[in-house]
């Protein structure tokens, strides 16, 4: 078991700089992304604007929804 998975659901609104692309949230969704040489548990995506969204985790890896929408090219 990995120290950053927690049985708690953390939601998380999100709003980025650029609109979100079906392609970014998909991504997000799978858990394809690598931080720290492992990937992230897969995630519940739903957008709520052309540039918000919420997220919902069931880690919490140090700025990890900054570092996943970084991967993507989002601010």
């Given at each position: 078991?990995?120290?950053?998975?927690?049985?708690?659901?953390?939601?998380?609104?999100?709003?980025?700089?650029?609109?979100?692309?079906?392609?970014?949230l998909?991504?997000?969704?799978?858990?394809?992304?690598?931080?720290?040489?492992?990937?992230?548990?897969?995630?519940?995506?739903?957008?709520?604007?052309?540039?918000?969204?919420?997220?919902?985790?069931?880690?919490?890896?140090?700025?990890?929804?900054?570092?996943?929408?970084?991967?993507?090219?989002?601010?």
């Amino acid at each position: 078991d990995r120290e950053d998975v927690s049985e708690i659901e953390k939601e998380y609104l999100v709003t980025t700089r650029q609109h979100l692309r079906p392609q970014h949230l998909r991504t997000l969704a799978e858990g394809s992304i690598l931080l720290d040489g492992s990937p992230v548990l897969p995630a519940q995506v739903r957008q709520t604007a052309s540039n918000k969204l919420i997220i919902v985790l069931r880690e919490g890896r140090n700025r990890q929804i900054r570092r996943m929408c970084g991967h993507l090219g989002l601010q």
